[in-house]
C-alpha cells in the first residue's frame, strides 16, 4: 500500500510542477519582451492604431474682369462612422441616424442600414455627403467619439446660369468636368492635408497632443476677363431674340479685338451649374466653340481682302449680275438673294451679292484663296484657354472640286466655329493683326499675390494694315440702310460688319432650314467690342440682317450705356448725326399732337395767343433745320385747314418731312394733314420712310412708313 502510494505522491508532484511551470514560463516570457522587446512592440502597437483623416484643400474662386466673385465655395459636412463600434453600441448608432433622419434627407431605416450592411473588416461608412451647419451642430453635441464629421467643400456659381459654358462645372469630388472648370482644375483644387489621430481598443479615434498634420495648400483663384454686366446683357438680349423668331438655338460672342479677350460667351439654351444634372446634356456644350457650321456671307471677308491685296480687283469696278438673280456655275446653280443688277465692289459687299462674290473669287489662285482662309484663323483652333475646342475643317486645294473655290467664297463647303469666326473679324478691326483669344486675365494664390498674368498674344498679320483700311468703309456700308445689316444700324455709333445666311448640311446633304448671323463691331474707327450673333433656324427669316442684326444692335447700346469711351462717342456722333432735319408741318394740328412732334426731334418752343390748335409755325414747314432749336407756334381757339408745306414745286406737291424716332400715329396723323396716304408696317416708332426725307410727293400719293417692330413679321 506505502509504495502505491508514494508512487501517486509523486506522480502528483509532477503534475503540480509542470502546472507550476506554465505561468513561471509565462511570467519569464513577459519579463524576456518587457526587456528585450517591449520599446520594439509597443512602437509597433502605436502604428497599427495610427490612422489619417483628410484635410480638404479649398478650390479657388473664380472672378469676373471686375473683381465680382463668379464663383466660390460654400461648407458642407460628411457623417462618417466606424461600423465596428457602431454594431458592438446599437444604442449610438441610433441616435446618430435619429439627428440624420431630423436635419437630412437621410432616413432612419436607410442609415441603419449602411451600418449593418457595411462589410467586414470595415472601419469607415460614409452615412450622408452633404449635412449642413445645424445638422453638423446635432451631431456635436453627441459627443461621440466613434462619429467622424468632415468638412467639405461645395461649389456655388453666385449667379446662376450666367457664363456657364464658359465657367464650366465639377462633379462631386469638386474635379472640373468642364469650362474653366476643368482647363485650369490643377491650380483651382490645391492640394489637401493629413491630420493624425490614433484609434483605442474600442475602436473610437481620439486627437492628440503634439499629432502631426500637413496643412493644405489652398487652390489658386481666376480673374476672368468676362464683365459680368455685359454677359449678362448679351444672354438677355439672346434670349429675347431666339423668342421673337423663333429660333432653335443662339450664340453670342463678344471680344475686345486690340486684346483677344472674351468679354461675354453666350449659348442659349443653357443650364444652371448649381444642378447641372438637371439639364440636358446637349445643353451643357459650348456651341461657341464646340459647334461646326458653314459661316455663309460672313465669310466674304476672305474674298474681298485676298482680292483686294492681290490686286485682282479695282473699287471701281463694275459687276453685271443676271436680271433673273441667278447664273449656273460648272453645272451648278448659284443664287442672289434678290436680282441686284449692276453693283460697284463695294455694292457687292454691301448688298451681298452672292454671284459677284463668287466671279472675283475665281480670279485667284485656288492656294491663295486657302492661304488667306488660313491667315484669318481658319480650319485650325484658336487655342483658347477652354477644353473641347474644334478645328473646323478647311480642306486643301488638291481637294477641292470645281465648284469648291466659288462656293467656298461665299461660306460654303468650310466649315468654322462660332470662336473662328469672331476672331478673324477681330483681326479686321485690328488693323490686321490677329490677337489669340483667351477667357484668363491672372491667377492669384489665397493671399491674393499674383501667380500668372496672361498678357495679350499676337497670333499672326491677316493682311496689310492698308488693305483693311481701304475695306473698313465697305463693311461699314453694310450696317447702312441701303446695307443689309441695316437692322443692326445705331445712330452715332459707326459700326462695321456683315451678315451671313448659311443653308444647314445635314446628314450628307443640304435641308430647307438655315442659320442666320451677324458679326460686327464698333465703334468702327476704334474699335472696343467685336460681336458675333447667331441664330439656328430663325422662323421669322432666314436673313442675318433682319434677325440677328437687331440683337446686336441691342447689345451694342447697351454696352455703348456702360462703357464711358464708347459712350462719349456714342453721344457726340448721334449729335452730329441728328443735328440736321425738315421741319414738319404743324399747322392744323391740335397743341398736344404738335407738342410730341417738336419733342420727339429735341425742340422747345415758345406759344403766341391762346388756343388748342396750330395756325402759323416759325420757321416755317419743309425748313431745313438745326437741332435743338426754339420753334414759335401761333395758336387759335379754332383749327385751319393745313395747308401745303413752304417750298414744294408747286401748291400739288409736298416736301416729305423726317418721321424718324416718330411714333407710328403721329407720323400718319402729320401725313394726312399734309395731304398724303400712308401705309404702315409694324409699329412703335418710324424706323424707315419711304419717300426719304426732303423728298417731293404728290398729295394723293401714298408713303410708306416701317415701324421698329416689325422684325418678327420680315
Not at 499629432?211 to 468676362?226: N, V
Given at each position: 500500500?506505502?509504495?502505491?502510494?508514494?508512487a501517486?505522491?509523486n506522480?502528483?508532484?509532477?503534475?503540480?510542477g509542470?502546472?507550476l511551470l506554465?505561468?513561471?514560463?509565462?511570467?519569464?516570457?513577459?519579463?524576456r519582451?518587457?526587456?528585450f522587446?517591449?520599446?520594439?512592440?509597443r512602437?509597433?502597437?502605436?502604428e497599427?492604431?495610427?490612422d489619417?483623416?483628410t484635410?480638404?484643400?479649398r478650390?479657388?474662386?473664380?472672378y469676373?474682369?471686375?473683381g465680382?466673385?463668379?464663383?466660390?465655395?460654400?461648407?458642407?459636412?460628411?457623417?462618417?462612422v466606424?461600423?465596428?463600434?457602431?454594431?458592438?453600441?446599437?444604442?449610438?448608432?441610433?441616435?446618430?441616424c435619429?439627428?440624420?433622419?431630423?436635419?437630412?434627407?437621410?432616413?432612419?431605416s436607410?442609415?441603419?442600414?449602411k451600418?449593418n450592411?457595411?462589410?467586414?473588416?470595415?472601419?469607415y461608412?460614409?452615412?450622408?455627403?452633404?449635412a449642413?451647419?445645424?445638422?453638423?451642430?446635432?451631431?456635436q453635441?453627441?459627443?461621440m467619439?466613434?462619429?467622424i464629421?468632415?468638412?467639405?467643400y461645395?461649389?456655388?456659381?453666385n449667379?446662376?446660369?450666367?457664363?456657364?459654358?464658359?465657367?464650366?462645372?465639377?462633379?462631386h469630388?469638386?474635379?472640373?468636368?468642364?469650362g474653366?472648370?476643368a482647363q485650369?482644375n490643377?491650380?483651382?483644387?490645391?492640394?489637401?492635408g493629413?491630420?493624425?489621430?490614433?484609434?483605442?481598443r474600442?475602436?473610437?479615434?481620439?486627437?492628440?497632443?503634439?499629432?502631426?498634420?500637413?496643412?493644405?495648400?489652398q487652390g489658386h483663384?481666376?480673374?476672368t476677363?468676362?464683365?459680368?454686366?455685359?454677359?449678362?446683357?448679351?444672354?438677355?438680349?439672346?434670349?429675347?431674340?431666339?423668342?421673337?423668331?423663333?429660333?432653335?438655338?443662339?450664340?453670342?460672342i463678344?471680344?475686345?479685338?486690340s486684346?483677344?479677350?472674351?468679354?461675354?460667351m453666350?449659348n442659349?439654351?443653357t443650364?444652371?451649374?448649381?444642378r447641372?444634372?438637371?439639364?440636358?446634356k446637349?445643353?451643357r456644350r459650348?456651341?461657341?466653340?464646340?459647334n461646326?457650321?458653314?459661316?455663309?456671307?460672313?465669310?466674304?471677308l476672305?474674298?474681298?481682302?485676298?482680292a483686294?491685296?492681290?490686286?485682282?480687283?479695282?473699287?471701281?469696278?463694275?459687276f453685271?449680275?443676271?436680271?433673273d438673280?441667278r447664273v449656273k456655275?460648272?453645272?451648278q446653280w448659284m443664287?442672289?438673294?434678290?436680282?441686284l443688277g449692276?453693283?460697284?465692289?463695294?455694292e457687292?459687299?454691301e448688298q451681298?451679292?452672292?454671284?459677284?462674290?463668287?466671279?472675283?473669287?475665281?480670279?485667284?489662285?485656288?492656294?491663295t484663296?486657302?492661304?488667306?482662309a488660313?491667315?484669318?484663323?481658319?480650319?485650325?483652333a484658336?487655342?483658347?484657354?477652354?477644353?473641347?475646342?474644334?478645328?473646323?475643317?478647311?480642306?486643301k486645294?488638291?481637294?477641292?472640286?470645281?465648284?469648291?473655290?466659288p462656293?467656298?467664297?461665299?461660306g460654303?463647303?468650310?466649315?468654322v466655329?462660332p470662336?473662328?469666326?469672331?476672331?478673324?473679324?477681330?483681326?479686321f478691326?485690328n488693323?490686321?493683326?490677329m490677337?489669340?483669344?483667351?477667357?484668363?486675365?491672372?491667377?492669384?494664390d489665397?493671399?491674393?499675390?499674383?501667380?500668372?498674368?496672361?498678357?495679350?498674344?499676337?497670333?499672326?498679320r491677316?493682311a496689310?494694315?492698308q488693305?483693311?483700311?481701304k475695306?473698313l468703309?465697305?463693311?461699314?456700308?453694310?450696317v447702312s440702310?441701303?446695307?443689309t445689316?441695316?437692322?443692326a444700324?445705331?445712330k452715332?455709333?459707326?459700326?462695321?460688319?456683315?451678315?451671313g445666311t448659311?443653308?444647314k448640311?445635314?446628314?450628307?446633304?443640304?435641308r430647307m432650314?438655315?442659320?442666320?448671323?451677324f458679326?460686327?463691331?464698333?465703334?468702327a474707327?476704334q474699335?472696343?467690342?467685336?460681336?458675333l450673333?447667331?441664330?439656328?433656324?430663325?422662323?421669322t427669316?432666314?436673313?442675318?440682317g433682319?434677325?440677328?442684326?437687331?440683337?446686336?444692335?441691342?447689345?451694342?447700346?447697351?454696352?455703348a450705356g456702360?462703357?464711358?469711351?464708347?459712350?462719349?462717342q456714342?453721344?457726340?456722333?448721334?449729335?452730329?448725326?441728328t443735328?440736321?432735319?425738315y421741319m414738319?408741318?404743324?399747322?392744323?394740328l391740335?397743341?398736344?399732337?404738335?407738342q410730341?412732334?417738336?419733342e420727339?426731334?429735341?425742340?422747345?418752343?415758345?406759344?403766341?395767343?391762346?388756343?388748342?390748335?396750330?395756325?402759323?409755325?416759325?420757321?416755317d414747314?419743309?425748313?431745313?433745320?438745326?437741332?435743338?432749336r426754339?420753334?414759335?407756334?401761333t395758336?387759335n381757339?379754332?383749327?385751319?385747314?393745313a395747308?401745303?408745306i413752304t417750298g414744294?414745286a408747286?401748291?400739288?406737291?409736298v416736301?416729305i418731312?423726317?418721321?424718324?424716332?416718330?411714333?407710328m400715329?403721329?407720323?400718319?396723323?402729320?401725313?394726312?394733314?399734309?395731304?398724303l396716304?400712308?401705309?404702315?408696317?409694324?409699329s412703335?416708332s418710324?424706323?424707315?420712310?419711304?419717300?426719304?426725307p426732303?423728298?417731293?410727293m404728290?398729295?394723293g400719293?401714298t408713303?410708306?412708313i416701317?415701324?421698329k417692330?416689325t422684325?418678327?413679321?420680315n
Amino acid at each position: 500500500m506505502r509504495p502505491y502510494r508514494n508512487a501517486i505522491m509523486n506522480r502528483l508532484f509532477v503534475v503540480v510542477g509542470l502546472l507550476l511551470l506554465i505561468p513561471a514560463g509565462i511570467v519569464l516570457q513577459l519579463l524576456r519582451i518587457q526587456l528585450f522587446h517591449g520599446d520594439e512592440l509597443r512602437k509597433l502597437w502605436n502604428e497599427q492604431t495610427i490612422d489619417y483623416l483628410t484635410i480638404p484643400a479649398r478650390r479657388g474662386n473664380i472672378y469676373d474682369s471686375e473683381g465680382r466673385t463668379l464663383v466660390t465655395n460654400s461648407v458642407a459636412y460628411k457623417v462618417a462612422v466606424d461600423p465596428v463600434v457602431m454594431k458592438r453600441y446599437k444604442e449610438r448608432a441610433d441616435r446618430i441616424c435619429q439627428q440624420l433622419n431630423r436635419h437630412t434627407a437621410t432616413s432612419h431605416s436607410r442609415c441603419m442600414q449602411k451600418i449593418n450592411n457595411a462589410p467586414r473588416g470595415s472601419r469607415y461608412v460614409v452615412l450622408a455627403r452633404e449635412a449642413d451647419m445645424q445638422a453638423h451642430d446635432a451631431l456635436q453635441e453627441l459627443d461621440m467619439q466613434s462619429l467622424i464629421l468632415e468638412e467639405q467643400y461645395q461649389r456655388q456659381y453666385n449667379f446662376g446660369s450666367l457664363a456657364a459654358h464658359a465657367l464650366g462645372f465639377v462633379n462631386h469630388k469638386l474635379q472640373g468636368m468642364t469650362g474653366l472648370e476643368a482647363q485650369y482644375n490643377k491650380q483651382l483644387k490645391g492640394k489637401d492635408g493629413l491630420r493624425q489621430v490614433q484609434r483605442d481598443r474600442q475602436g473610437d479615434m481620439h486627437s492628440f497632443v503634439g499629432a502631426p498634420s500637413k496643412q493644405p495648400q489652398q487652390g489658386h483663384s481666376l480673374y476672368t476677363t468676362i464683365n459680368a454686366n455685359i454677359q449678362a446683357i448679351a444672354e438677355e438680349e439672346l434670349r429675347n431674340g431666339i423668342k421673337r423668331t423663333g429660333a432653335q438655338n443662339g450664340t453670342v460672342i463678344i471680344m475686345k479685338p486690340s486684346t483677344g479677350a472674351i468679354k461675354a460667351m453666350v449659348n442659349i439654351p443653357t443650364f444652371n451649374p448649381n444642378r447641372p444634372a438637371h439639364s440636358k446634356k446637349e445643353n451643357r456644350r459650348n456651341f461657341a466653340i464646340a459647334n461646326m457650321i458653314e459661316p455663309g456671307s460672313t465669310f466674304k471677308l476672305v474674298t474681298a481682302i485676298a482680292a483686294l491685296e492681290q490686286d485682282k480687283v479695282e473699287f471701281d469696278e463694275i459687276f453685271e449680275t443676271p436680271e433673273d438673280g441667278r447664273v449656273k456655275i460648272h453645272g451648278q446653280w448659284m443664287r442672289d438673294h434678290d436680282p441686284l443688277g449692276t453693283l460697284t465692289f463695294q455694292e457687292v459687299i454691301e448688298q451681298s451679292s452672292n454671284i459677284a462674290t463668287s466671279r472675283i473669287a475665281m480670279r485667284l489662285e485656288p492656294q491663295t484663296f486657302y492661304q488667306y482662309a488660313r491667315n484669318l484663323g481658319f480650319g485650325t483652333a484658336s487655342n483658347i484657354d477652354l477644353p473641347n475646342e474644334k478645328s473646323g475643317v478647311l480642306r486643301k486645294p488638291y481637294k477641292w472640286s470645281d465648284v469648291t473655290l466659288p462656293w467656298m467664297s461665299i461660306g460654303y463647303e468650310v466649315q468654322v466655329t462660332p470662336l473662328q469666326l469672331t476672331q478673324a473679324y477681330a483681326a479686321f478691326a485690328n488693323d490686321g493683326e490677329m490677337m489669340r483669344p483667351h477667357m484668363i486675365d491672372k491667377i492669384v494664390d489665397e493671399n491674393g499675390e499674383i501667380i500668372s498674368r496672361k498678357n495679350p498674344l499676337p497670333v499672326r498679320r491677316i493682311a496689310d494694315k492698308q488693305t483693311v483700311e481701304k475695306l473698313l468703309p465697305v463693311f461699314k456700308r453694310v450696317v447702312s440702310d441701303s446695307g443689309t445689316a441695316g437692322w443692326a444700324r445705331i445712330k452715332g455709333l459707326p459700326i462695321a460688319g456683315k451678315t451671313g445666311t448659311a443653308q444647314k448640311y445635314v446628314d450628307g446633304q443640304y435641308r430647307m432650314a438655315y442659320r442666320a448671323s451677324f458679326v460686327g463691331f464698333f465703334p468702327a474707327e476704334q474699335p472696343e467690342y467685336v460681336c458675333l450673333v447667331l441664330l439656328d433656324e430663325p422662323e421669322t427669316s432666314i436673313y442675318g440682317g433682319y434677325t440677328a442684326g437687331p440683337i446686336f444692335k441691342q447689345i451694342a447700346q447697351r454696352i455703348a450705356g456702360l462703357d464711358d469711351e464708347v459712350q462719349q462717342q456714342y453721344l457726340k456722333n448721334r449729335s452730329d448725326d441728328t443735328q440736321w432735319t425738315y421741319m414738319p408741318n404743324l399747322r392744323g394740328l391740335p397743341l398736344e399732337q404738335a407738342q410730341n412732334l417738336l419733342e420727339a426731334r429735341g425742340f422747345t418752343y415758345t406759344t403766341r395767343q391762346k388756343g388748342e390748335w396750330v395756325t402759323a409755325q416759325k420757321p416755317d414747314p419743309g425748313s431745313r433745320v438745326k437741332s435743338p432749336r426754339m420753334i414759335h407756334l401761333t395758336l387759335n381757339t379754332l383749327p385751319v385747314a393745313a395747308d401745303s408745306i413752304t417750298g414744294s414745286a408747286d401748291s400739288s406737291h409736298v416736301r416729305i418731312p423726317d418721321l424718324s424716332n416718330m411714333s407710328m400715329r403721329n407720323a400718319a396723323s402729320l401725313m394726312h394733314h399734309q395731304g398724303l396716304n400712308t401705309r404702315l408696317i409694324g409699329s412703335g416708332s418710324v424706323h424707315k420712310q419711304y419717300p426719304k426725307p426732303g423728298a417731293f410727293m404728290k398729295k394723293g400719293r401714298t408713303i410708306t412708313i416701317r415701324g421698329k417692330q416689325t422684325l418678327a413679321l420680315n
